[in-house]
């Protein structure tokens, strides 16, 4: 997969490009990552990029000539005039950009975005950007959060991080499974958030980790990991648990949990469970 970041400020996101994960996965050619300089494309003598928004208003916008130039030169297609054939989805290059007005990102976009070979990500400065180039150039406009930052550097570097991970073989498929927000692994058909997750020493200072966690009873373990996850997300993110698609297991566990606080004893039938003492 190949990530083009379009940015007046392009050493904001160089480091992250240039470090760990990211750059091993470049040079084991799963990815390939440009960053361009918007003000490159800007062709007056003092490379002007921002001009003041028509109608009044507060601050700058992005002029549309700079940007448009540098996405053609990403690659990114202009959307036909009106009245022209649209080309056949999926035959435009994905460019997005991130913007507080656009669509919440979540996890099942990073993993649709994940799917495409190439995609352009466009980062706004000042107030924003020239409507007509969003209207010509961006298939996409997301947004991080329900809260502004004061560029799109950083929405930028959440949606390339969160996105690339998921490219097949950058990071190992078992711990993509486990994680929050994983909603195709078995009893987790919905999306849970992740159970806490403990290492040695098993008693650190006054605080032990959870017996059932030691004790070798792999469906145990499942099951109270289940739990955990159920209780978190019920705690944290409730709507989560109203989505369609839970499985009975996770709805008795919730009924379970919210009637009674739980019945969090370890199911001991298994008589092979095992205390290795850890
Ligand atoms: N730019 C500024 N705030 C943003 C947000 N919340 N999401 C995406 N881009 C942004």
Redesign the pocket.
Same mark, same amino acid.
């Given at each position: 997969m190949k990530i083009t970041v379009l940015s007046l400020f392009p050493e904001i996101l160089r480091g992250f490009f240039e470090s760990s994960i990211m750059a091993k996965a470049v040079e084991r050619g799963l990815m390939s990552c440009e960053l361009v300089n918007i003000r490159d494309y800007a062709i007056d003598k003092h490379r002007k990029c921002d001009d003041e928004v028509f109608g009044g208003g507060a601050g700058m916008l992005m002029l549309p000539g700079p940007l448009s130039r540098a996405l053609e030169a990403a690659g990114s297609s202009p959307c036909p005039p009106a009245g022209e054939a649209s080309p056949e989805p999926g035959a435009r290059k994905r460019t997005v950009f991130?913007?507080?007005s656009?669509r919440l990102f979540n996890q099942a976009m990073a993993a649709e975005f994940s799917r495409e070979a190439e995609l352009v990500i466009v980062c706004?400065r000042y107030e924003g950007v020239d409507q007509r180039v969003i209207d010509r150039y961006v298939t996409d406009e997301? @947004?991080?959060?329900?809260?502004?930052? @004061?560029?799109?550097e950083i929405?930028a570097l959440v949606l390339v991080d969160a996105v690339y991970r998921l490219v097949p073989g950058v990071i190992s498929g078992e711990s993509l499974l486990e994680e929050s927000f994983a909603a195709s692994g078995g009893a987790r058909a919905a999306a849970l958030l992740e159970y806490p997750q403990y290492t040695r020493p098993a008693l650190y200072d006054t605080l032990r980790v959870p017996e059932v966690l030691t004790s070798g009873h792999h469906a145990n373990i499942v099951r109270w990991r289940l739990r955990e996850s159920v209780r978190k997300t019920l705690a944290y993110r409730p709507e989560l648990l109203a989505a369609e698609g839970l499985s009975s297991e996770v709805r008795k566990l919730l009924r379970e949990i919210i009637t009674e606080g739980g019945n969090d004893e370890p199911n001991t039938e298994d008589p092979g469970a095992a205390n290795d003492g850890r």
């Open positions: 991130v913007t507080p656009g706004g997301v @947004s991080i959060g329900d809260y502004v930052l @004061s560029s799109g929405a």
